[in-house]
């Protein structure tokens, strides 16, 4: 399989995909909002009424004024501002709600994809990597709850592929300023930014980012 060309990867990856979706979004209303998606459906359907982190009140059509939390309601802007978006389109249902970690679920898969390609240039093996993505049980349920994780994962896992690609992996473009930084400072620059691009936006949904410079600098 690892002599696949890219137009039969690219169709497996396809199929991959579909089939990651479907479990992602299979009657993804069917079951109610349980613990934690209650604070997260509260706040983020507060900020499209209000345009404030605020936690709403579904019994009062209001904001709460009784569980007020800033520091909660705010966490994890990023990803509740998607789903206050959908809002504008569609009602404050489960399925609704949710979609967006579905949609992060998926795209997880080709970010689990991208991430063993960069490592290994096997076709095969990030085709395994991606369909194991798609049918891990943990993986569809995160992917199916009101949670910040679903898009935390692919973010976290892109910030660290780029860093560790950053460090591991040798320019071979023919931009001399970029050759000259590899040559002094052993960094592949390009790999280098985007790992900077997306360690800020994995550490702007959960604080647990931090860890990477820290696994990467005892690695």
């Known amino acids: ?30 079951n109610s909002f349980v613990a ?4 997260d459906i509260n706040s983020t359907y507060g900020y499209h009424q209000t345009g404030e982190w605020r936690a709403w009140d579904f019994n009062f059509g209001a904001p709460s004024e009784v ?12 990803y509740k501002w998607q789903v206050a ?24 898969i080709l970010v689990v994809f991208w991430s063993a390609w960069i490592f290994t240039r096997r076709q095969d093996i990030s085709l395994v990597a991606a369909l194991l993505c798609a049918i891990s049980i943990s993986a569809i349920v995160f992917s199916r709850r009101l949670r910040m994780y ?29 050759k000259n930084v590899a040559l002094r400072f ?11 691009a997306f360690t800020a936006l994995s550490l702007s949904v959960h604080q647990m980012t931090a860890h990477l410079p820290l696994s990467f600098g005892a690695y």
Do not use: C
């Open 1 to 30: 399989m690892h002599m696949l060309d890219w137009k039969r990867t690219i169709q497996i990856l396809a199929i991959i995909l579909v089939l990651g979706g479907a479990f992602r979004f299979y009657h993804l209303g069917e």
């Open 36 to 39: 934690d998606e209650f604070l």
């Open 67 to 78: 569980n007020e939390n800033a520091a909660r309601d705010e966490r994890a802007a990023p």
């Open 85 to 108: 978006r959908i809002f504008a389109f569609f009602p404050p249902t489960e399925a609704a709600a949710r979609s967006v970690s579905a949609l992060w679920g998926v795209f997880a």
């Open 150 to 178: 679903a898009m935390f994962f692919p973010l976290y896992l892109a910030a660290a592929t780029a860093l560790y690609a950053a460090y591991e992996h040798a320019y071979a473009g023919k931009i001399g300023f970029l």
């Open 186 to 196: 052993g960094i592949h620059l390009p790999y280098f930014a985007l790992a900077g």
